[in-house]
């Protein structure tokens, strides 16, 4: 009865290659592989055509799905290898280490039976990974240090997985298991030495069973920190038992299924704990083992063409040599990706490392997104997700995608309902990019797809089987623990779009009640501002927004009623705020196009006008809304703005003052002579000092306009004060002829018309 212990790194290629290579040299009649046994009711999947890496293994509690860890695989993983050789000649394949659930039942603390359990995804506190292996006080480097590295796992590329002998892989494991007993006899540990104590005796346990099972020829493919400890299983039987026997008893039920993988997520440190960070690259070496860089170089001057850069045929030639020559100085046996990425820099990029990101991105690591078989065991709300994903045909992707929706089409409709329900949920994969004023029927969103969003959804079918009951009971639930208005408008802004019309009557009420007993008027003016908003899915979404019309009255009345006291007194950091929330509702309001309630807002407004003890930055913003709103002339603001800026106020309150009028929009200084005149003055007049002070401000204010408005307030700058004439209508302008002025302008004019001036 033979035992064959392949030690290998996860994600290894040439660990992959060897395992491989030996498992064709020995044809065992069992394979055991490093991993939880959970996942031996999946493992059937990976000889089917349809589950193509990369994939991981997703193994969650069935109580508490938040609590989930990912064992992710790649072509070139070792045990991915293994398990592929046994499903493709037919032969047992076993998970060997220590079960998830006893592994969480040492972490984590399980309520009593009787404890009625509540579950809140948003405070529960649970693993999102289970990091067997974090990044570990590592033995390895020992070997590195005095090999000359820094980077152990440079030394480890160079000596294991580059050092690829297709006739000697007993050799290579022969290496590694020597290696790992010499660091485990001199006492070198592992920062995870305790738990692996566990880990290893469980998978001597795995071991015997087989043996006991009456398998002759077993191979265990296993990290190699844990091969030494897994060579003499006779002596260490009685102590493995005793360990075990203090293991606890654990009632989690573990679920596993696959789910597809990314390139980028290869590198997180989940589950195996080993992460690469070039899987695009080691996918490369995998598919081309004996390239030296030609194919990777004319690769990367593929993407640089494609993104019409100028690489040619010599640019690639003169990073090969320079490969080598680099190889050679460093004593390698082939050129690595350090080697490659500095080439790249040197030659095609003309020493710019800016360009490197690129090839980075594209190439090194790569965006590809594995797949998985329709039918494997699914939570209800992930199938039903999968099966809305599929009817409206919108593809999962690695890859940022902007997709614009026509809302007048019944599936661009369905689709947008689809995004904002998972918005409610939590699940990010599309984020809405660009919303257009009211009136138009189109929605721009971005899609953008990662595997970790499949654990929020897990985690979401605590509240429902499908996306639809799912969202309404979470939002529900969330409703009935809010004290606060501006969340639950927050929500009801969310249940329209997303069409949850069972919700948005229990957030009303709880609005209703909160509101009633406010006296914050910047939390009411919060709560208003979504609100009003919901006014422009009238038409698109055929909502019912009666109700909500209804508690945007009263919201208004008693804003209006409260914010001139509201207003006064406040210092910088307040009045700012109320500064932005006056703005936001003044736009909200303007949105519902309803006169009574715009009435109603702007007489509060010339009540805070009116009043003394008002911050300048809100006396400033009140006196453009009421400009822009016509309910005060020309002549009136350019005495306000006069008054603001006049000697008897402290640079920085004009300052405020000014940065409050002019805040969205500068045109008004474009168009009106006589506030431009204003401000200049009032600038130039400044003192040095002053003006050092205040130059913050002015830039904030003026920073903020579109970059055509600055364009045209500096040409008007160049250009001074501005001549105002007099005008028939004098709400225009104060300014009057000067007689002076005009006769020093007289003689040009009358050369200029070839006339005599008298």
Sequence with gaps: MAIHLLGIRHHGVGSAKNVRAMLQQIQPDIILVEGPPEMDTVVQWIGTADLRPPVAALCYDEALP??????????????????????????PVRMMDLPLSIAWQMRYAEPPPD??????????????????????????????????????????????????????????????????????????????????????????????????????????????????????????EKAHAQILKKLPKSKIKVKA?????????????????????????????????NDEGQRWLTKVAHLFRDKKMDISTAHVIEAFRLTQSLAALRNLSRPGLIEMNEATTTVMCMGDTILLELVHKELIVGNVLGNVP???PKLPLQADFEDIVRKLRIPLSAEKKEKALNLRDENDLKRSIFFYRLQVLGISWAQPISRNSKGTFKEVWELNWNPEMLISLIEMGIWGNTVELAATNFLQDKAKRSLV???????????????????????????????????????????????????????VRKSDLESVNKLVD????????????????????????????????????????????????????????????????????????????????????????????????????????????????????????????LLHQWVAELSED????????????????????????????????????ESNNTEASDARFDPALAELVLPFTAKLLGLKHA
């Excluded at 949105?591 to 109603?600: F, T, W």
Aim: hydrophobic share 40%; net charge negative; aromatic share 10%.
């Design 374 to 376: 329709e039918g494997l």
């Design 115 to 236: 404890a009625e359990v509540t579950p809140d995804p948003e405070t529960d506190e649970a693993a999102d990974f289970v990091d067997f292996m974090p990044t570990p006080r590592d033995p390895i480097a020992h070997f590195a240090h005095i090999a000359g590295y820094k980077n152990s796992e440079l030394w480890w590329e160079h000596q294991f997985e580059q050092q690829y002998h297709a006739d000697q892989p007993a050799t290579h494991f022969e290496a590694v298991l020597l290696m790992m007993k010499t660091l485990r006899n001199a006492g070198i540990a592992s920062s995870m030495d305790a738990e692996n104590t566990h880990r290893e005796a469980y998978m001597a346990q795995i071991i015997r069973k087989a043996q006991n099972e009456l398998y002759q020829n077993i191979v265990v493919v296993c990290g190699a920190w844990h091969a030494p400890a897994l060579l003499d299983l006779k002596s260490t």
């Design 485 to 539: 208005i501006s969340e639950l408008s927050g929500m009801i802004s969310q249940a329209i779009p997303a069409e949850l019309f069972a919700v948005i009557e229990d957030l009303l009420y709880h609005i209703n009640q909160q509101a009633t007993v406010s006296s914050d008027i910047a939390e009411l003016m919060s709560a208003l501002i979504p609100l009003a908003e919901l006014g422009r899915y009238g038409n």
């Design 554 to 677: 009263g919201l208004v009345v008693r804003i209006c009623i409260g914010l001139p006291n509201a207003t006064y007194g406040l210092d910088d950091e307040t009045a700012q705020k109320m500064f932005d929330l006056i703005r936001k509702v003044n736009d909200a309001l303007r949105v519902l196009e309803r006169a009574d309630l715009s009435e109603q807002w702007q007489d509060s407004l010339m009540k805070i006008a009116e009043k003394d003890g008002i911050p300048p930055i809100i006396a400033g913003c009140t006196c453009r809304l009421l400009f822009d709103a016509h309910k005060i002339e020309r002549s009136e603001t350019a005495r306000q703005v006069h008054l603001a800026l006049s000697y008897g106020h402290l640079p920085t309150f004009s300052a405020a003052w000014l940065e409050g009028f002019l805040k969205g929009s500068g045109m008004i200084l474009l168009y009106d002579d006589v506030l431009w005149n």
């Design 257 to 289: 299924t696959w789910v597809p993988w990314t390139n980028n997520r290869l590198s997180f440190a989940s589950g195996y704990g080993a992460g690469i960070t070039s899987p695009g690259w080691y996918h490369h070496l995998w598919e081309h083992p």
């Design 66 to 91: 938040q609590r989930a860890a990912f064992y992710p695989f790649s072509e070139f993983s070792p045990e991915w290898q293994a398990m592929q050789y046994a499903h493709q000649h037919k032969i």
């Design 690 to 725: 002053a003006f050092v002070q205040l130059m913050p401000i002015m830039r904030r204010t003026f920073s903020r306009f579109e970059t055509g408005e600055r364009k045209k307030l500096g040409e008007k700058a160049k250009k001074g004060t501005i001549l105002v004439a």
